[in-house]
């Protein structure tokens, strides 16, 4: 677990940030990817997106899984504590080489009160940098196969992105 930057508020709730390297294995990551891929391969990258927050990406949004899948995405519910969740469906977002995504607050109407994510096949970096103090900021080493979750004011109060390859 690697986490840098400058977090310059003395009350900073760190149980709003949850970081778990490792969180699926290898076996689990090959599985994933190769269910994800079915659904995408027949999509292009797209280089803009409709809210302007993602560069050069695809995605899909599904709620049929494998039995395998629908143990991690349950594995990850339940670490992640989920109480309601919001919507049924799981979106997938697959970054080509130099995708990126752009700081921004999700609207919770499409994403309820925590944001949690997998982090497959490649390592990459997530800033988190406070609304209106943009001084106060933290990058986050998301490994492959880890598992993030945002609540409270890191969920509200701080935007999210993740950093285009080679800006670590």
Known sequence: RRVHGI?????????NLL???DFINEKEEV???NEFHQKLKRLHYEKDHWDDAIVGY???????FSESTSTIINRMLQHAKFVN???DFVHVLDLDADGHI???IDSTRFCGDKIAGLSLLSDCIMRLRHETQTDNFVDLHLKRRSLYVLSGEFRYNFTHEILPSGHE
């Open 7 to 15: 977090l310059s508020r003395k009350k900073l709730n760190l149980q």
């Open 19 to 21: 970081l778990i390297s």
């Open 31 to 33: 599985s994933l990817s």
């Open 58 to 64: 695809r995605e899909i949004e599904t709620r049929t």
């Open 85 to 87: 969740p919001t919507r």
């Open 102 to 104: 752009k700081p921004h």
